[in-house]
């Protein structure tokens, strides 16, 4: 009873004490710079009206497919930098496909969402196979493979684009009414609207839960993420991991963007959001590669998001301020949970220790030589 | 529980036996040879800004901040750090090169661009040496803080400046630049006289005596002493031992964590030079995304360059060449290259023939065949595609080299004091 207790505590301790730290340390910020720390943080923390609900709820289901996809690379150690590439390629795709318009109705839909998934894996996968076959570091490459889709993205715009009416940005054409997918209100203004998406991203989520803890791909893929030496011993094709993990983290980035696309803008442009692959590395790093964690972590990026939105406004402060805070928080999250971690290592010991204190004259002390070599590797 | 590794490795190394070293006149040597590889491409192709002296220029200028950041990434990885937060460091660069470059001079914008690439490894360092929070995960978050902090710092200090505002800086004032005008008048005469390979060597000749950023004088003085410091003194070698083995190191008597330490605080304030030269030379003002992922360029120029100070210059100056390539004549001159490659690929593949990788000479014969015809099909890169140059050649490069890389033993592995045990 005590000792669940206790592990609750420490388990919400961790995460608490990071967003606690993050805050601080951004308060630190606001103070040297003399900018007025009580109502930026009562304007950021302040409860969410309907409308700024749906769209934190919304921006969340994007920001968790981009962690989910990055999240895939991290569990087999690989390091998928390109979700960025990946998921402006696939949106444009399925933008395209999707404005032709070749099949009616929901059937278009599911053949553009097919589409992007594939291009998506195509795109990533250029990078799984050059690590396989030729050994080169998906880091780098998948870096590259991000400036080079945003020249052929950009090219293949000026090819296929319909110019809007009134406006001078390019677009691909605009989705047919029948494909779209259908909002649900959680109130009854404008725009208090959540993407219909967001069911796929949920069902993504449990989806790679299942995958990597109830299957035998999943086992092999976490096998290699933490010993390549005792994979290819368990006799797993490693080069055949890396491929296929690319290829499904590939698959998942080319759903990011597309909450945004069937629920909202109808359309690739020039305009579309960028960006969403890095905010995906920092949500994923965040939520421990769990996919209630990486939930939580993408829910409090887009809540910072949404409500720093009118400091500017408001409080006359630049609403960049939040991007410190979450990076911060990134780092503390980390930082906290190893401080938990060694706690925890500590109270166990101790107690251990005091359970054999009556058969022992004295317990060795603490333990700690013997307790290292194992705390580094975890 | 997993926290994910960094995982900037190539592949696992093939032994092949005792490397043999390339002959110390090898660079000028292969210089000459590319000279004149690119001053025939130039009669083939008759694409003709492959090798002028504007080129020439505009590609040191190019090549430096990527240069500078690889160096940075050298340095840290030397000692087993890995720096994927080069990019932020060298954001609060040209952020530092703003604001202390508007307010103090052109000097105090440079010290100013270092100061705040090393606070931005100084976190880096206490998260990664001290709190032992693994190297990628501090790299991305120094990379999202320094973006929101300058663009919080920029809205704060610049707005309401005369030129100034949210998204940049006013003028910086100019570093002094070296131009020595009668020799560089005389070499642009023999330059336009188009002899062979001799009109190139002027061109280069030019591009180093005509309007010189000291800073780029610096920056190639620091190549230097970054080769000295780490290969040719026993304070270098510690470094990398700490790179290579800490325990080892450690059991010795290294002070493992101080390496480190310092090794990444010299590496952040590498990166601040990068972007201070990105505001104060390449361009005039602090811009907001003036580093347009230069950082993760500089890595990969580092990486390509086998964490060796040459294979670095070499890596960014391919970098540079063909990303100025893209951005002036772009059209004609990426396709004069398009010939090149096709018949590099040609000339690996009959190699990896002869190696008997049948496979491997297959993809890459196929390779050739196709961009030797896209030569032959168009008679102009589209514009799209001419920014794209410097990351395509960098992933063939990298395809094509990348199994004889080598990084630092213990590259990217935490390691906590006392664990030698």
């Given at each position: 009873?005590?000792?669940?207790?206790?592990?609750?505590a420490l388990?919400?301790?961790?995460?608490?004490?990071?967003?606690?730290?993050?805050?601080?340390?951004?308060s630190?910020?606001?103070?040297?710079a003399?900018?007025?720390v009580?109502?930026?943080?009562?304007?950021?923390?302040?409860?969410?009206?309907?409308?700024?609900?749906?769209?934190?709820i919304?921006?969340a289901?994007?920001?968790?497919?981009?962690?989910?996809?990055?999240?895939i690379?991290?569990r087999m150690?690989?390091?998928?930098i390109?979700?960025?590439g990946?998921?402006r390629?696939?949106?444009?795709?399925?933008?395209?496909?999707?404005?032709?318009?070749?099949?009616?109705?929901?059937?278009?839909t599911?053949?553009?969402?097919?589409?992007?998934?594939?291009?998506?894996?195509?795109?990533a996968g250029?990078?799984?196979?050059?690590?396989?076959?030729?050994?080169?570091?998906?880091?780098?490459?998948?870096?590259?493979?991000n400036?080079?889709?945003?020249?052929?993205?950009?090219?293949?715009?000026?090819r296929?684009?319909?110019?809007?009416?009134g406006?001078?940005?390019?677009?691909?054409?605009?989705?047919?009414e029948?494909?779209?997918i259908p909002s649900?209100?959680i109130g009854?203004?404008?725009?208090q609207?959540?993407?219909?998406?967001?069911?796929?991203?949920v069902?993504?989520?449990?989806?790679y839960?299942?995958?990597?803890?109830?299957?035998?791909?999943?086992?092999?893929?976490?096998?290699?993420?933490q010993?390549?030496?005792?994979?290819?011993?368990?006799?797993i094709s490693?080069?055949?991991?890396?491929?296929?993990?690319?290829?499904i983290?590939g698959?998942?980035?080319?759903?990011?963007?597309?909450?945004?696309l069937?629920?909202?803008?109808?359309?690739?442009?020039?305009?579309f959001?960028s960006?969403?692959?890095?905010?995906g590395?920092?949500i994923?790093?965040?939520?421990?590669?769990?996919?209630v964690?990486i939930a939580?972590?993408?829910?409090?990026?887009?809540f910072?998001?949404?409500?720093s939105?009118p400091?500017?406004?408001?409080?006359?402060?630049?609403?960049?301020?939040?991007?410190?805070?979450?990076?911060?928080?990134?780092?503390?999250?980390?930082?906290?949970y190893?401080?938990?971690?060694?706690?925890?290592?500590?109270?166990?010991?101790?107690?251990?220790?005091?359970?054999?204190?009556?058969s022992?004259?004295?317990p060795?002390?603490?333990?700690?030589?013997?307790?290292?070599?194992?705390?580094?590797?975890? | 529980?997993?926290v994910?590794?960094?995982?900037?490795?190539?592949a696992?190394?093939?032994?092949?036996?005792?490397?043999r070293?390339?002959?110390?006149?090898?660079?000028?040597?292969?210089?000459?040879?590319?000279?004149?590889?690119l001053?025939?491409?130039e009669?083939?192709?008759?694409?003709?800004?492959?090798?002028?002296?504007?080129?020439?220029?505009?590609?040191?200028?190019a090549t430096?901040?990527?240069?500078?950041a690889?160096?940075?990434?050298?340095?840290?990885?030397?000692?087993?750090?890995?720096?994927?937060?080069?990019?932020?460091?060298?954001?609060?660069?040209?952020y530092?090169?703003?604001?202390?470059?508007?307010?103090?001079?052109?000097?105090?914008?440079?010290?100013?661009?270092?100061?705040?690439?090393?606070?931005?490894?100084?976190?880096?360092?206490?998260?990664?040496?001290?709190?032992?929070?693994?190297?990628?995960?501090?790299?991305?978050?120094?990379n999202i803080?320094?973006?929101g902090?300058?663009?919080?710092?920029?809205?704060?200090?610049?707005?309401?400046?005369?030129?100034?505002?949210?998204?940049?800086?006013?003028?910086i004032?100019?570093?002094?630049?070296?131009?020595?005008?009668?020799?560089s008048?005389?070499l642009?005469?023999l330059?336009?006289?188009?002899?062979?390979?001799?009109?190139?060597?002027?061109?280069?000749?030019?591009?180093?005596?005509?309007n010189?950023?000291?800073?780029?004088v610096?920056?190639?003085?620091?190549?230097?002493?970054?080769?000295f410091?780490?290969?040719?003194t026993?304070f270098?070698l510690?470094?990398?031992s700490?790179?290579?083995?800490?325990?080892?190191?450690?059991?010795?008597?290294?002070?493992?964590?101080?390496?480190?330490?310092?090794?990444?605080?010299?590496?952040?304030?590498?990166?601040?030079?990068?972007?201070?030269?990105?505001?104060?030379?390449?361009?005039?003002?602090?811009?907001?995304?003036?580093?347009?992922?230069?950082?993760?360029?500089?890595l990969?120029?580092?990486i390509?360059?086998?964490?060796?100070?040459?294979?670095?210059?070499?890596?960014?100056g391919?970098?540079?060449?063909?990303?100025?390539l893209?951005l002036?004549?772009?059209?004609?001159?990426?396709?004069?290259?398009?010939?090149t490659?096709?018949?590099?690929?040609?000339?690996a593949?009959?190699?990896?023939?002869?190696?008997?990788?049948?496979?491997?000479?297959?993809?890459?014969v196929?390779?050739?065949?196709?961009?030797?015809?896209?030569?032959?099909?168009?008679?102009?890169?589209?514009?799209?595609?001419?920014?794209?140059?410097?990351?395509?050649i960098?992933?063939?490069?990298?395809?094509?080299?990348?199994q004889?890389?080598?990084?630092?033993?213990?590259?990217?592995?935490?390691?906590?004091?006392g664990?030698?045990?």
């Amino acid at each position: 009873m005590n000792r669940t207790l206790t592990r609750l505590a420490l388990g919400i301790g961790a995460p608490l004490l990071a967003l606690v730290a993050a805050f601080a340390i951004t308060s630190l910020v606001l103070i040297i710079a003399s900018d007025p720390v009580g109502d930026v943080w009562s304007t950021i923390l302040s409860v969410p009206e309907t409308r700024n609900l749906a769209n934190i709820i919304n921006n969340a289901s994007v920001l968790y497919l981009s962690g989910l996809a990055v999240a895939i690379g991290f569990r087999m150690n690989l390091f998928n930098i390109g979700v960025d590439g990946q998921y402006r390629v696939a949106a444009f795709t399925a933008a395209a496909v999707a404005g032709e318009a070749w099949l009616p109705g929901y059937l278009n839909t599911a053949l553009a969402i097919l589409a992007a998934m594939l291009v998506g894996a195509a795109w990533a996968g250029i990078a799984g196979l050059l690590r396989a076959t030729r050994g080169v570091s998906e880091v780098i490459s998948t870096i590259m493979l991000n400036f080079i889709s945003t020249g052929i993205v950009a090219y293949l715009l000026r090819r296929v684009a319909v110019r809007e009416q009134g406006s001078n940005s390019l677009g691909t054409k605009e989705i047919p009414e029948g494909s779209r997918i259908p909002s649900f209100p959680i109130g009854d203004g404008p725009g208090q609207e959540l993407y219909g998406f967001l069911v796929i991203a949920v069902l993504a989520g449990i989806g790679y839960w299942f995958v990597l803890n109830r299957t035998r791909f999943g086992f092999d893929l976490r096998a290699t993420g933490q010993s390549t030496t005792a994979a290819v011993a368990s006799g797993i094709s490693v080069k055949k991991m890396i491929v296929t993990a690319m290829l499904i983290s590939g698959a998942v980035a080319g759903l990011v963007g597309l909450p945004i696309l069937f629920g909202d803008a109808y359309t690739y442009g020039s305009t579309f959001q960028s960006g969403l692959g890095f905010a995906g590395i920092a949500i994923a790093l965040l939520g421990r590669n769990h996919p209630v964690g990486i939930a939580l972590g993408a829910l409090l990026f887009a809540f910072l998001d949404e409500q720093s939105n009118p400091l500017q406004i408001l409080v006359g402060v630049s609403p960049d301020i939040v991007a410190i805070t979450q990076g911060v928080i990134v780092l503390t999250v980390v930082i906290s949970y190893e401080l938990v971690r060694r706690y925890a290592v500590r109270l166990e010991q101790q107690q251990v220790a005091r359970a054999l204190a009556p058969s022992e004259p004295r317990p060795p002390a603490g333990g700690s030589p013997s307790g290292e070599p194992e705390e580094v590797k975890a | 529980m997993s926290v994910p590794a960094p995982t900037a490795t190539a592949a696992p190394v093939q032994k092949t036996g005792p490397r043999r070293r390339l002959p110390r006149y090898w660079l000028p040597l292969g210089l000459l040879g590319v000279l004149a590889a690119l001053s025939l491409l130039e009669i083939v192709t008759g694409a003709n800004d492959l090798t002028s002296s504007g080129t020439l220029m505009a590609t040191l200028v190019a090549t430096v901040p990527i240069m500078l950041a690889a160096l940075g990434g050298l340095w840290s990885e030397r000692a087993g750090v890995v720096n994927i937060g080069l990019e932020g460091m060298m954001i609060l660069g040209t952020y530092g090169a703003g604001y202390f470059g508007y307010h103090y001079g052109a000097w105090a914008g440079v010290a100013g661009a270092i100061a705040m690439g090393v606070l931005g490894g100084l976190i880096h360092a206490i998260a990664t040496v001290s709190f032992g929070v693994d190297h990628i995960i501090s790299g991305v978050a120094i990379n999202i803080i320094a973006l929101g902090a300058v663009q919080y710092l920029a809205t704060l200090t610049f707005a309401g400046l005369p030129g100034g505002g949210q998204t940049q800086s006013p003028k910086i004032p100019d570093v002094p630049s070296l131009t020595v005008g009668p020799l560089s008048d005389a070499l642009f005469d023999l330059e336009r006289k188009d002899i062979f390979v001799l009109s190139e060597l002027a061109a280069l000749a030019r591009a180093l005596v005509t309007n010189l950023s000291v800073l780029v004088v610096i920056a190639l003085l620091l190549l230097l002493l970054t080769y000295f410091l780490l290969w040719r003194t026993s304070f270098g070698l510690r470094l990398r031992s700490v790179g290579e083995s800490p325990a080892a190191a450690e059991s010795l008597g290294v002070k493992v964590m101080r390496y480190k330490f310092v090794a990444v605080l010299v590496s952040g304030g590498l990166a601040g030079l990068a972007g201070g030269f990105l505001a104060m030379v390449a361009s005039s003002n602090y811009r907001d995304g003036q580093t347009g992922g230069r950082g993760y360029i500089g890595l990969a120029a580092m990486i390509f360059g086998n964490w060796r100070p040459g294979g670095l210059l070499m890596g960014s100056g391919l970098f540079g060449y063909t990303e100025t390539l893209g951005l002036r004549q772009g059209g004609t001159s990426v396709h004069a290259l398009l010939l090149t490659l096709a018949v590099l690929a040609l000339a690996a593949g009959v190699w990896q023939l002869r190696r008997g990788q049948q496979v491997a000479a297959a993809v890459t014969v196929t390779l050739g065949v196709l961009i030797g015809v896209v030569y032959f099909l168009i008679d102009e890169v589209p514009g799209d595609f001419t920014r794209m140059t410097p990351y395509v050649i960098t992933l063939l490069v990298l395809a094509f080299a990348s199994q004889r890389l080598r990084m630092p033993a213990a590259d990217g592995q935490t390691y906590r004091k006392g664990s030698a045990g």
